[in-house]
């Protein structure tokens, strides 16, 4: 079965044990260094607790100038982005630490003298602070040559600093006095994203709409969502009959924000056409091509991820749309519209079943995609809250050890819930380019008949070239011999020299999964079922016995060991 696993009716069962697994809180915090003397500081992160708490037993006086009153006031807690005087009796070396804030950023400025700051726990160009009135956006430099604003100046060991406009930073933890002469002034802050995640959630269909609706309670209650380093972006499509965020069974985009409930009234409003939310058919590859400009476009970031999830079925295709009368994404398609793509992604996450195939890997080599990150069998669900904490506690994680914090977390949590059938693994599409060209040789060799030494050396080479693709893999105990790749090789259907499986006979052709035709792997697979003369028979024996993986494959690796 190509059918994913799913939870299903043992939904609250599973939540219930899932909440006792939850991750901790995603906290963030930062290093601020603060003279003797006066300094204008500004909190980077969500803290209940008080100035003095947050910046130590040297702190003398605490202040905060008031436009709206024009006085100084005592605060007893501060929001991020609020500038606040703070009097240190010697310098020190502060750590705040509370929970990170979500980029963009605004702050309501009063006519008169302002006391703002960073909000975020990185720095901050000046560049990337914008004002807006009535409608219209300006940067800094603009709006004080339009007489919105006045100058700006920090503040350390009590000396001020004037600020210039559009060039420097603002840094981490530092406040500013920022003149306002203008009323409804906002100030946007929007720092610069390490990450931006594409979540394309195909749930037009019960089981996924599930999956994913389960993964959106998580991320309400773990607090999971965009924060001033990360972007997090969803499409979810969504079928008629589940009654959870309102109901609503059309796509919506959302930004995720931790704590966000997905319901239609924080979805996004214009997808860049004027309207919001709609039914789409999501095996169309333009939905896709246009979700990942859109979202490209109006989150951008250093690194990106793209997760696809649905039903996969390896070099077949991928999502299927219930209500677009059962439309299908071909695999042709997929690479297509990754060819189209505006940027670059570390990683591909492919939430689908049985998408690490060679099939598949082939097709997508040339795609600009560094690493993707998928299953050799039918999946279960993944704990995305957990895949997505893990970049938010720490964006700067190399792509590698991302990809298989996936993998770990993907396995961990089913076999937590007691199912040993699961895999996933990583693999450096840019490596596995060098695989197809090597099986086209073994197929080549064995189907002239060379030597069998020319065999197992093609063979050798082959393995090499496969294990320096494979970054890691994680299995279950249910699949003991699969090591990250698969590659179709059903067994033949009837008694010996029977017929020829019917998706191999009608599909298995190269317009369909260039692989067949460029590793040779449709005349294979041609002799194997003929038991023809024109192969060397211990090629045929080292498929046999092999684990069969969902009726339709084996494990790439496990196949050529078994030559040698």
Known sequence: MNNRITVGVLFFAL???????????????????????????????????????????????????????????????????????????????????????????????EKGWNEIGNPFSVDIPWSRIRVDRNGKTKNLKQARKAGWIGSARTMRGGSLKKVRYGQGILAVGEGCRLKAKKHGLTLTFDAEKIWTVLCYLDGDNTDMNTDFSHAFDHFAEDGIGSDDRINIVAQFDRIPGNPSFGGWSIAHRFFVTPGMVPTEDVAIQNWGDGSGGREVDMADPDTLRDFIKWSTKHYPAKRYLLLLGDHGFGWQGLCVDDTSLGDFMLLNDLRDVLLDSPVHFDILALDLCNMHTGEVLYAIEDAPVDISVGSETPGRAWPLWDVFHTIMDDPDIASDDYACNMADLYVDYNEGLGNEDVTLSAVRLGEFSAVTPVLHLVSEAALSKDSWDQVTDLTQTALIALGDSVICEKHGSDYPDTHGVTVYFPPFEGPHGGSIPAVYSCCYLGERTSFADDALWRNLLYCYYWRTDNIDRRILFARDGLQVIDDSYVDLRALLQGIL
């Open 15 to 109: 939540l219930s044990l899932s909440m006792q697994m939850n991750a901790s809180p995603v906290v963030r915090s930062y290093q601020q260094h603060l003279e003797a003397g006066w300094n204008i500081v500004s909190l980077g992160i969500y803290s209940g607790d008080s100035p003095e708490t947050i910046y130590g037993s040297g702190v003398l006086e605490v202040r905060r100038w008031d436009p709206a009153s024009g006085e100084y006031v005592v605060p007893s807690t501060l929001q991020p982005g609020e500038g606040c005087e703070v009097k240190m009796a010697v310098e020190a070396d502060v750590i705040p630490t509370g929970s990170p804030v979500t980029s963009p950023y605004a702050i309501q400025l």
